[in-house]
């Protein structure tokens, strides 16, 4: 290959992302491209990159994505007790998920099977939530009786500290 420095260790790199793709992390120890010696080192910026858009990303999902924020109420400590009612939000989930299915099957357009994967990913954080938020409400239930009793022991023995004593 008769190309640039430049093009040839981009090249390089793509190759490198594509193995480690296919073999994993494990493909990083083994095999790390050459430094670029008239540049500074590039990756970190590019690691950072991706860290940055990848958290940017779970920002948007998780703050204007309607399943997400009703998601994110439930496991609110008021909100807990609505976990197994919010499991029959799964349920237009899954109708979405089997007509779009049925629609791709039948010679529909292959985009259908993104919406299938949206749809179903979305009924199973739903079916998911409402046995989580059973057991975080239950922990949070003995958490708070486990505060009540304490305050109650300790208001008794402050009580009996200010009680006179009985002099014989």
Request: some cysteine; overall charge positive; aromatic content about 6%.
């Amino acid at each position: 290959m008769n190309a640039a420095p430049g093009v040839q260790w981009m090249v390089r790199q793509v190759l490198l992302i594509l193995r480690v793709l296919r073999d994993g992390l494990r493909a990083l120890t083994h095999v790390l491209p050459p430094r670029r010696s008239n540049t500074c080192d590039e990756r970190p910026d590019m690691f950072r990159l991706i860290w940055t858009l990848s958290v940017r990303t779970r920002d948007y999902l998780l703050r204007y994505m309607p399943s997400n924020r009703l998601l994110a109420a439930i496991r609110t400590r008021r909100g807990l007790k609505w976990g197994i009612p919010a499991m029959l939000v799964a349920l237009p989930y899954i109708l979405i998920a089997s007509i779009c299915s049925g629609s791709a099957a039948d010679g529909g357009p292959g985009w259908l099977h993104l919406i299938v994967l949206w749809a179903c990913w979305n009924a199973l954080k739903f079916i998911i939530m409402g046995p989580v938020s059973v057991a975080l409400l239950i922990r949070a239930r003995l958490h708070e009786a486990a505060v009540r009793r304490h305050q109650r022991h300790d208001s008794r023995v402050e009580a009996s500290l200010h009680e006179p004593a009985l002099r014989v």
